[in-house]
């Protein structure tokens, strides 16, 4: 084939934020827009990590991913890369495409390594004509690109001037199999089987078919329209005998049937529905737009995301086999609560505190210093990828329910999802945590609110008082890097009190419109006795100290948060 140089403009704003590029879709859809961006990352790498290479590529299946997989085919063609690994029909979960990275660089002939991949998604966010579109890449172990990476990339987006395209003609996607334009290949895989052979090897399997198959146990697992649709039904029924009406809303579309694709309290409203309605199942989960989000339900009772992780890990060593030979290590984002700090401290286990985002992540596990980690945002996961994996946390807690009923029989009591959680509390005392959006704010009002909160922490000296909580301290935290030693500033202003206490403020990187300021909130109880207390009543007078002191609704004339988990 030949290569055509298509002269192109720059076009402002291509920076990724806390996870990828992600704009409406009508951002995207301008003349090179996308062509652009690719291009700029290519021109980004080192020639060696792509020229001859393999890349892989896919998607949540939302709209425009058709259109963008061909577009990024091109220009890889055109760059050099020797082949491209597909997910049938554009699909590939993000933790897939971090699954399928790993596995082709392992096993495939050393000269032809996976180098890294594309996810064609905006995740959590809405998807449609008039919604969201999002591109994220991933590096050679599988992990989101670092800043160093995505910092060039946006620069080379400001002064790109023409991109490569190979003039061959869009690729069927619908098929697996093979094809080849000159010494350029193209191949069509299946999106699960990867992905699923891995899950085989991390967990027990025969464990969770022993779970799913009891008449006492009912599970429902609602894939919100978006990519686990698509792997669900190979794993949870297929595979591990769970009743094919156990999933819900089981089939990929392009706009998550006008849905909110994101696994929380207020966008999972079915699903939550049923977990707290009359004789609802004993378990229910749910995953975001393009898979590596979870939420964990018992009946009548929510998992926090911050308790989910530290409970993996409390029980990951008796329950799931990959962490039989140990755990290396733990580590939570800065606002996720330090429930999981606790676990660390009783483990006897290094632990870390990163900003948000899952890229912090990768550097820890890839030198061996951290095993599971997790996000207050429904972010669970471990070092078996480098990405966050819903369906992973989903069958940890399968897991941990199965290991504690293998004495039960069928028809006594079963061990349930918030007997663990209420276990855990009596063992390690309860993080009470919560967190509050307030989404597409304006984004003068938001930034004036950030810049009060900043001048606020440089008066702050230890000791000051906030009504009943003496502080601490309080900064913008900034995170040095133990393996490679870079910087992350200006990560989120919090306020740490001297009983635990914890109130952090951030902007949101992941939105498309305005800005998203979000307030976290966190009380650490270890009185047994209150541990029954609903979340936002035991946090209510440091939630109103938060926003008199943030004065948000003076900055930003809301009310009402728009989320509240
Ligand atoms: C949010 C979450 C963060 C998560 C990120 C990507 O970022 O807070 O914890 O890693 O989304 O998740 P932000 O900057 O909007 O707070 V996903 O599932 O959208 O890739
Ligand atoms: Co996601």
Same mark, same amino acid.
């Given at each position: 084939?030949?290569?055509?140089?298509?002269?192109?403009?720059?076009?402002?704003?291509?920076?990724?934020?806390?996870?990828?590029?992600?704009?409406?879709?009508?951002?995207?859809?301008?003349?090179?827009?996308?062509?652009?961006?690719?291009?700029?990352?290519?021109?980004?790498?080192?020639?060696?990590?792509?020229?001859?290479?393999?890349?892989?590529?896919?998607?949540?299946?939302?709209?425009?991913?058709?259109?963008?997989?061909?577009?990024?085919?091109?220009?890889?063609?055109?760059?050099?890369?020797?082949?491209?690994?597909?997910?049938?029909?554009?699909?590939?979960?993000?933790?897939?495409?971090?699954?399928?990275?790993?596995?082709?660089?392992?096993?495939?002939?050393?000269?032809?390594?996976?180098?890294?991949?594309?996810?064609?998604?905006?995740?959590?966010?809405?998807?449609?004509?008039?919604?969201?579109?999002?591109?994220?890449?991933?590096?050679?172990?599988?992990?989101?690109?670092?800043?160093?990476?995505?910092?060039?990339?946006?620069?080379?987006?400001?002064?790109?001037?023409?991109?490569?395209?190979?003039?061959?003609?869009?690729?069927?996607?619908?098929?697996?199999?093979?094809?080849?334009?000159?010494?350029?290949?193209?191949?069509?895989?299946?999106?699960?089987?990867?992905?699923?052979?891995?899950?085989?090897?991390?967990?027990?399997?025969?464990?969770?078919?022993?779970?799913?198959?009891?008449?006492?146990?009912?599970?429902?697992?609602?894939?919100?329209?978006?990519?686990?649709?698509?792997?669900?039904?190979?794993?949870?029924?297929?595979?591990?005998?769970?009743?094919?009406?156990?999933?819900?809303?089981?089939?990929?579309?392009?706009?998550?049937?006008?849905?909110?694709?994101?696994?929380?309290?207020?966008?999972?409203?079915?699903?939550?529905?049923?977990?707290?309605?009359?004789? *609802?199942?004993?378990?229910?989960?749910? +995953? @975001?737009?393009?898979?590596?989000?979870?939420?964990?339900? $018992? =009946?009548? &009772? %929510?998992?926090?995301?911050?308790?989910?992780?530290?409970?993996?890990?409390?029980?990951?060593?008796?329950?799931?086999?990959?962490?039989?030979?140990?755990?290396?290590?733990?580590?939570?984002?800065?606002?996720?609560?330090?429930?999981?700090?606790?676990?660390?401290?009783?483990?006897?286990?290094?632990?870390?505190?990163?900003?948000?985002?899952?890229?912090?992540?990768?550097?820890?596990?890839?030198?061996?210093?951290?095993?599971?980690?997790?996000?207050?945002?429904?972010?669970?996961?471990?070092?078996?990828?480098?990405?966050?994996?819903?369906?992973?946390?989903?069958?940890?807690?399968?897991?941990?329910?199965?290991?504690?009923?293998?004495?039960?029989?069928? *028809?006594?009591?079963?061990?349930?999802? +918030? @007997?663990?959680?209420?276990?855990?509390?009596?063992?390690? $005392? =309860?993080? &009470? %945590?919560?967190?509050?959006?307030?989404?597409?704010?304006?984004?003068?009002?938001?930034?004036?609110?950030?810049?009060?909160?900043?001048?606020?922490?440089?008066?702050?000296?230890?000791?000051?008082?906030?009504?009943?909580?003496?502080?601490?301290?309080?900064?913008?935290?900034?995170?040095?890097?133990?393996?490679?030693?870079?910087?992350?500033?200006?990560?989120?202003?919090?306020?740490?009190?001297?009983?635990?206490?914890?109130?952090?403020?951030?902007?949101?990187?992941?939105?498309?419109?305005?800005?998203?300021?979000?307030?976290?909130?966190?009380?650490?109880?270890?009185?047994?006795?209150?541990?029954?207390?609903?979340?936002?009543?035991?946090?209510?007078?440091?939630?109103?100290?938060?926003?008199?002191?943030?004065?948000?609704?003076?900055?930003?004339?809301?009310?009402?948060?728009?989320?509240?988990?």
């Amino acid at each position: 084939f030949s290569i055509k140089m298509v002269p192109t403009k720059p076009y402002d704003g291509q920076k990724t934020g806390t996870s990828g590029l992600r704009k409406k879709v009508k951002v995207f859809m301008q003349e090179n827009y996308l062509a652009n961006w690719i291009q700029a990352l290519f021109n980004s790498l080192p020639t060696e990590d792509y020229v001859n290479g393999v890349l892989v590529l896919g998607g949540d299946g939302r709209y425009f991913n058709k259109e963008a997989a061909q577009t990024i085919i091109k220009i890889a063609a055109a760059n050099g890369v020797a082949k491209i690994l597909v997910g049938q029909d554009g699909i590939l979960s993000t933790p897939a495409v971090s699954a399928v990275i790993r596995k082709r660089k392992a096993s495939f002939c050393i000269s032809f390594p996976a180098n890294g991949g594309f996810i064609m998604s905006a995740s959590h966010n809405p998807g449609g004509p008039d919604y969201d579109w999002g591109i994220k890449f991933n590096y050679s172990s599988g992990q989101p690109a670092p800043e160093s990476i995505t910092d060039k990339i946006y620069g080379n987006t400001l002064s790109i001037s023409e991109i490569k395209m190979a003039t061959i003609p869009d690729v069927d996607l619908s098929c697996v199999g093979v094809t080849k334009f000159g010494n350029f290949v193209v191949e069509v895989v299946d999106p699960v089987a990867d992905y699923m052979e891995l899950l085989e090897s991390v967990f027990d399997f025969q464990l969770i078919r022993s779970l799913l198959s009891r008449s006492d146990f009912r599970f429902t697992f609602d894939a919100m329209h978006a990519v686990t649709g698509a792997y669900a039904k190979p794993i949870f029924v297929e595979k591990l005998g769970a009743s094919p009406e156990s999933i819900t809303n089981g089939v990929p579309l392009e706009d998550f049937g006008h849905g909110h694709p994101d696994p929380n309290l207020t966008y999972a409203k079915d699903l939550v529905d049923i977990m707290y309605g009359e004789n *609802g199942p004993d378990f229910g989960a749910a +995953s @975001d737009g393009d898979g590596d989000r979870n939420m964990i339900l $018992g =009946r009548s &009772f %929510f998992v926090t995301p911050s308790d989910s992780v530290a409970i993996i890990a409390a029980n990951a060593l008796e329950a799931i086999p990959y962490f039989r030979d140990g755990i290396k290590g733990l580590a939570r984002s800065m606002p996720t609560s330090g429930a999981l700090d606790r676990v660390a401290e009783k483990l006897k286990l290094p632990f870390f505190e990163v900003p948000t985002g899952w890229k912090f992540f990768g550097n820890l596990m890839d030198s061996g210093k951290l095993s599971i980690c997790g996000e207050e945002s429904f972010g669970t996961g471990s070092d078996h990828i480098r990405e966050k994996d819903g369906i992973w946390a989903v069958l940890a807690w399968m897991s941990i329910i199965a290991y504690r009923n293998k004495e039960t029989k069928s *028809g006594e009591r079963l061990v349930s999802v +918030s @007997d663990v959680v209420k276990e855990y509390w009596a063992t390690y $005392g =309860r993080n &009470f %945590f919560s967190r509050y959006d307030y989404e597409e704010c304006e984004s003068e009002g938001a930034n004036k609110m950030v810049d009060h909160l900043r001048d606020l922490i440089s008066k702050s000296r230890e000791g000051d008082r906030y009504g009943e909580y003496v502080l601490r301290f309080a900064d913008d935290f900034s995170y040095t890097d133990p393996v490679d030693g870079s910087v992350a500033s200006k990560q989120g202003v919090h306020f740490v009190f001297t009983d635990g206490s914890r109130i952090i403020f951030r902007l949101s990187g992941t939105g498309s419109a305005g800005a998203t300021i979000r307030v976290y909130i966190e009380q650490f109880e270890p009185d047994a006795s209150k541990h029954d207390l609903d979340a936002q009543i035991a946090l209510k007078p440091l939630i109103d100290l938060a926003l008199s002191i943030s004065k948000l609704k003076d900055f930003t004339g809301r009310e009402k948060p728009t989320v509240i988990t």
